[in-house]
């Protein structure tokens, strides 16, 4: 299919899903939802796509006007001017409408759930661990979400060896997938009497926040473990047995929360977190079935792959996979991260760009 032929596929889906919507018949009905996030999600497209094809019609207009012989010399001339201006801008708003038809993650819209694991490094990778949580805690708040802690099991100097956070908002999973990997720091830990620089490392994982009709668990596969909550230290966080953990045998994955006082509450955020997990699993075989010939640079969402590494002496952060370094480590940890987001996704573009080409 041919870029016009596209183009004409949206436009017309677009009217097919405004007829849709004015049925009153719909009102109020799971279609009418499906079809609204569908018409929401189609109109940046649209308002791209129209803005492209009134260009490439002024275009045309401008060339017509340029060539008539019956124009004087004032319209001629800023027609002339027009027609340059406008065909200078015409190959970016090309470049937008391809990446407006860019398949789309289906995920990207959804909230994510955020693991953090520490590493290599013992005590300093936990330490390492906990600023990467108060780091992504941060983002959540320049952005406008939710970040809500799920589960944490802390170290004696107030590190994660893991902690687990839900983030609740708008393209959550879109702008923080990226993030699954290995980080890595280098710095002096404060355990370390001689000055000298260690290297410790923090695992990541961002999962897309399933909904109940994604995967279907049957309780029959679950075993149910209540316990007590507990603090640094061995500390109880409180005196009752609301911390859940839940495993679900056929594969073998296990999700605890233990935040909150409730455990109807913990046990209804364990489930989530169990969805996710296993949501998170089949998107992964699919996504590798499809590219089984080809590893993204960007986003494979391979735990294991080092993707970014702190400095602390050198005050930098460098992301390996778009070879970026950024002299700002100090803004990058209070949460300013778009400039590196921001390479990411265009990095991510770009090389799906270049596999249509």
Not at 97 to 122: C, Q
Not at 166 to 172: F, K, L, P
Request: with cysteine; glycine share 6%; hydrophobic share 35%.
């Amino acid at each position: 299919m041919n870029l016009e032929e596209s183009l004409d596929r949206v436009l017309h889906r677009q009217e097919e899903l405004s007829s849709l919507l004015s049925d009153p018949d719909l009102a109020g009905t799971d279609k009418f939802i499906e079809y609204s996030k569908e018409y929401s999600t189609l109109q940046p497209v649209v308002d791209v796509v129209t803005a492209f094809r009134q260009a490439q019609e002024e275009l045309g207009d401008l060339a017509e006007m340029i060539t008539d012989a019956d124009s004087d010399k004032e319209m001629h001339d800023l027609a002339e001017a027009e027609f340059l201006e406008l065909k200078e801008r015409l190959p970016d708003l090309e470049r937008q409408v391809h990446v407006m038809l860019l398949p789309k993650d289906e995920a990207d819209a959804r909230n994510a759930i955020l693991e953090i694991r520490a590493g290599t490094g013992g005590d300093e990778a936990a330490l390492f661990a906990a600023d990467l949580y108060r780091m992504y805690q941060r983002y959540a708040e320049t952005r406008g979400w939710k970040f809500e802690n799920l589960d944490v099991t802390e170290n004696e100097l107030g590190g994660f060896r893991e902690v687990t956070a839900s983030i609740t908002g708008t393209n959550v999973f879109a702008r923080m997938k990226f993030e699954s990997g290995v980080h890595r720091v280098q710095r002096v830990p404060v355990t370390e009497s001689s000055g000298r620089i260690h290297t410790s490392a923090a695992t990541v994982a961002v999962l897309p926040e399933a909904e109940d009709v994604d995967v279907d668990i049957n309780v029959n596969d679950l075993r149910v473990d209540t316990y007590r909550a507990q603090g640094a230290g061995g500390q109880h966080v409180n005196t009752t047995d609301s911390a859940i953990r839940i495993t679900h045998i056929p594969t073998g994955v296990v999700v605890q929360c233990q935040d909150g006082r409730s455990q109807h509450k913990n046990k209804a955020k364990a489930m989530t977190m169990l969805r996710s997990k296993l949501y998170d699993t089949e998107r992964q075989r699919i996504d590798q079935e499809r590219s089984s010939d080809r590893k993204s640079q960007v986003g494979s969402g391979d735990r294991s792959e080092r993707i970014r590494t702190y400095n602390y002496p050198q005050g930098r952060v460098t992301d390996h996979r778009i070879q970026l370094t950024l002299h700002k480590l100090d803004r990058f940890l209070v949460g300013e991260m778009d400039e590196i987001i921001e390479a990411l996704l265009a990095a991510d573009q770009a090389e799906k760009l270049a596999e249509i080409a």
